[in-house]
């Protein structure tokens, strides 16, 4: 099984690689600045990775939110840390890690962004490819941690927020000129869960 080390070591290398593919999206109906702002977070993570990655997996994830919280501006870093403690809260509680277990710590995620945020599905923003990706690992028959269905699912739910409006963020003073863009912090999940199938 992955490492957490590994995972994020991996993360890292395909969202640097897509930073400005991530900014040109953003940039057509936010800031510009979400492919930067998520590149920076993860390789924060690997140059401070002395500060978590000996340490047991809840603790370590709790201190990578804490360094993107600390040290990466607007609401994507907010974000960023959330998911990360969440998902490390959900997994230290469950006996063994499977499509399940993760599905439920990506669940624990999307619940503490709405919270944080106020997003809902169909509002053009990263759980709008979350929710598809834990869906999909809940039903998934594979007996291993089950990435690639992960992927497809958060990939067509990315695709699919090209037809809706946005609620949240700049792009919600769009209105319908948002339309035909997808956003970009769904596709940063996508990206995610392609590396991890990979």
Same mark, same amino acid.
């Given at each position: 099984?992955?490492?957490? !080390?590994?995972?994020?070591?991996?993360? $890292?290398?395909?969202?640097?690689?897509?930073?400005?593919?991530?900014?040109?999206?953003?940039?057509?109906?936010?800031?510009?600045?979400?492919?930067?702002?998520?590149? $920076?977070?993860? $390789?924060?993570?690997?140059?401070?990775?002395?500060?978590?990655?000996?340490?047991?997996? /809840?603790?370590?994830?709790?201190?990578?939110?804490?360094? &993107?919280?600390?040290?990466?501006?607007?609401?994507?870093?907010?974000?960023? #840390?959330?998911?990360?403690?969440?998902?490390?809260?959900?997994?230290?509680?469950?006996?063994?890690? *499977?499509?399940?277990?993760?599905?439920?710590?990506?669940?624990? #995620? &999307?619940?503490?962004?709405?919270?944080?945020?106020?997003? /809902?599905?169909?509002? /053009?923003?990263?759980?709008?490819?979350?929710?598809?990706?834990?869906?999909?690992? /809940?039903?998934?028959?594979? *007996?291993?941690?089950?990435?690639?269905?992960? !992927?497809?699912?958060?990939?067509?739910?990315?695709?699919?927020? #090209?037809?809706?409006?946005?609620?949240?963020?700049?792009?919600?003073?769009?209105?319908?000129?948002?339309?035909?863009?997808?956003?970009?912090?769904?596709?940063? &999940?996508?990206?995610?869960?392609?590396?991890?199938?990979?």
């Amino acid at each position: 099984m992955i490492t957490l !080390y590994q995972a994020i070591d991996k993360i $890292n290398k395909k969202i640097s690689e897509n930073t400005l593919f991530l900014n040109q999206m953003d940039a057509a109906i936010g800031d510009g600045d979400f492919g930067s702002n998520i590149t $920076n977070a993860f $390789n924060l993570l690997m140059k401070r990775e002395n500060e978590w990655k000996d340490l047991p997996l /809840k603790q370590a994830m709790l201190q990578c939110g804490k360094l &993107v919280s600390f040290n990466i501006g607007g609401s994507s870093g907010q974000l960023i #840390a959330i998911s990360l403690m969440r998902i490390g809260d959900t997994l230290d509680k469950a006996q063994t890690i *499977n499509n399940k277990t993760l599905a439920d710590a990506i669940e624990n #995620a &999307v619940k503490g962004i709405q919270h944080l945020g106020g997003a /809902k599905p169909g509002e /053009k923003t990263l759980i709008d490819a979350m929710i598809p990706a834990y869906e999909a690992l /809940k039903s998934s028959a594979s *007996n291993e941690l089950d990435f690639k269905a992960a !992927y497809i699912a958060a990939r067509k739910g990315a695709e699919a927020t #090209a037809n809706m409006k946005a609620n949240r963020g700049r792009a919600s003073y769009l209105g319908d000129r948002a339309l035909g863009h997808q956003d970009a912090g769904s596709n940063a &999940v996508a990206l995610i869960f392609q590396t991890l199938s990979e």
